[in-house]
């Protein structure tokens, strides 16, 4: 079965991308996310994405699988989208943030021997797949990695990861993860609050 190395940001956006990959791939996560803020967010994500990864065949005959977990790295992030810090959400700071972590990805797949590499990002609606496959596509050429493209909300992609989130009873985030995107929630949160 062909390796595959799954970039993934939170669990519930990891729920069903794995399920579907598994029937064809033997996939490990990459945890991977230097834009998650603060650290104490970071770190509860990456504790929800363990507990995914362990398995239950109980839920919906998913496997478990491993996980490798990236450098967590904020200070490189800021470094790399400074200057964008007003732009809006799908703008171009997330554009250059799928770039630094599609790059680590494909780079640590590389370096693993994966044949494959992906992401679950596409699976969100404030995601730009066709960004997300564009880059992905280009990292493919570079690391010599087979990039898979693809849109996981589509055919009601994104309603399943929310079921099968409340499944598994995982914590969902009202944000991206990147300070940004929590100043904008919670800004929009006190506007409707008003």
């Given at each position: 079965?062909?390796?595959?190395?799954?970039?993934?940001?939170c669990?519930?956006?990891?729920?069903?991308?794995?399920?579907e990959l598994?029937?064809?791939?033997?996939?490990?996560?990459?945890?991977?996310?230097?834009?998650i803020?603060?650290?104490?967010?970071?770190?509860?994500?990456?504790?929800?994405?363990?507990?995914y990864c362990?398995?239950?065949?109980?839920?919906?005959?998913?496997k478990?699988?491993?996980?490798?977990?990236?450098s967590?790295?904020?200070?490189?992030?800021?470094?790399?989208?400074?200057?964008?810090?007003d732009?809006?959400?799908?703008?171009?700071?997330?554009?250059?943030?799928?770039?630094?972590?599609?790059?680590?990805?494909?780079?640590?797949?590389?370096?693993?021997?994966?044949?494959t590499?992906?992401?679950?990002?596409?699976?969100?609606?404030?995601?730009?797949?066709?960004?997300?496959?564009?880059?992905?596509?280009?990292?493919?050429q570079?690391?010599?990695?087979k990039?898979?493209?693809?849109?996981?909300?589509?055919?009601?992609?994104?309603?399943?990861?929310?079921e099968?989130?409340?499944?598994?009873?995982?914590?969902?985030?009202?944000?991206?993860?990147?300070?940004?995107?929590?100043?904008?929630?919670?800004?929009?949160?006190?506007?409707?609050?008003?």
């Open positions: 079965m062909t390796k595959l190395l799954l970039h993934s940001c669990a519930p956006c990891l729920t069903h991308p794995l399920l598994q029937k064809d791939f033997e996939v490990t996560l990459f945890f991977y996310n230097p834009n803020h603060p650290r104490t967010e970071y770190e509860m994500r990456l504790a929800e994405a363990k507990r362990r398995g239950s065949p109980a839920e919906r005959g998913r478990g699988c491993e996980i490798l977990e990236g967590y790295d904020p200070e490189n992030w800021f470094e790399k989208i400074r200057g964008l810090e732009e809006p959400e799908r703008g171009k700071r997330c554009k250059i943030c799928y770039e630094i972590r599609l790059a680590k990805t494909a780079e640590t797949a590389a370096k693993l021997g994966f044949q590499f992906a992401t679950t990002l596409s699976i969100s609606p404030h995601k730009n797949a066709n960004w997300l496959n564009e880059i992905g596509k280009d990292l493919e570079k690391y010599d990695v990039y898979l493209e693809s849109n996981w909300k589509k055919c009601e992609g994104f309603k399943k990861s929310l099968l989130s409340a499944e598994a009873k995982l914590k969902r985030q009202n944000y991206c993860g990147c300070i940004y995107s929590r100043r904008a929630t919670e800004t929009k949160n006190d506007l409707l609050k008003n």
